[in-house]
T-cell receptor, first 114, second 116 residues
């Protein structure tokens, strides 16, 4: 049981380049989330999805796009990377928000934009 | 909007002693969940303990327990018999229950150091 898998684990981008982070879960979870973690800031929600084909904005969505074409996958895109997007990115999923289950997190992607 | 505040950026404790990490939150909701997550240097987010707002009894998981004060909107984590493996960042998190698919709200974290 792999849980939540994020690829890649590390990446260095030049300013203006684009990239896609992939999150895959094998637990049949409906809800998926993308967070970014910056020193001294905790984790902040970028975008989330409540089911296949749906997405919604979180706290810090600017500069990012997402897609959920398949239930098990949630993609995070950076169209034109900026140094301010240097961060550690976490994907998370949950079966239901009403049961009080905590989320299952991926191991994170460290992205550096130079 | 909900906010979660962890007022202690860093805490240090001697091995085998007890330490308490503080967390306060602000919400107008009455039905919600609170969580403590541990993040060791491996970066993995690990759920330590959870508390449902409607349950008055404080949650306990082995050496980890919480002091949940709903009226004061306070949710502290007590770690008893601290071990070297407890060294990590600890995050307090909140999630509302009504229409609460919109994710966890995290505090900024407390870095816990265990002195051998």
């Amino acid at each position: 049981n792999a849980g939540v898998t994020q690829t890649p684990k590390f990446r260095v981008l030049k300013t203006g380049q684009s990239m896609t982070l992939l999150c895959a879960q094998d637990m049949n979870h409906e809800y998926m989330y993308w967070y970014r973690q910056d020193p001294g800031m905790g984790l902040r929600l970028i975008h989330y999805s409540v089911g296949e084909g749906t997405t919604a904005k979180g706290e810090v969505p600017d500069g990012y796009n997402v897609s959920r074409l398949k239930k098990q996958n949630f993609l995070l895109g950076l169209e034109s990377a900026a140094p301010s997007q240097t961060s550690v990115y976490f994907c998370a999923s949950s079966y239901s928000f009403i049961t009080g289950d905590g989320y299952t997190f991926g191991s994170g992607t460290r992205l550096t934009v130079v | 909007a909900q906010t979660v505040t962890q007022s202690q950026p860093e805490m240090s404790v001697q091995e085998a002693e007890t330490v308490t990490l503080s967390c306060t939150y602000d919400t107008s909701e009455s039905d919600y969940y609170l969580f403590w997550y541990k993040q060791p240097p491996s970066r993995q987010m690990i759920l330590v303990i959870r508390q449902e707002a409607y349950k008055q009894q404080n949650a306990t998981e082995n050496r980890f327990s919480v002091n949940f004060q709903k009226a004061a909107k306070s949710f502290s984590l007590k770690i008893s018999d601290s071990q070297l493996g407890d060294a990590a960042m600890y995050f307090c998190a909140y999630r509302r229950n009504s229409g609460g698919a919109d994710g966890l709200t995290f505090g900024k974290g407390t870095h816990l150091i265990i002195q051998p």
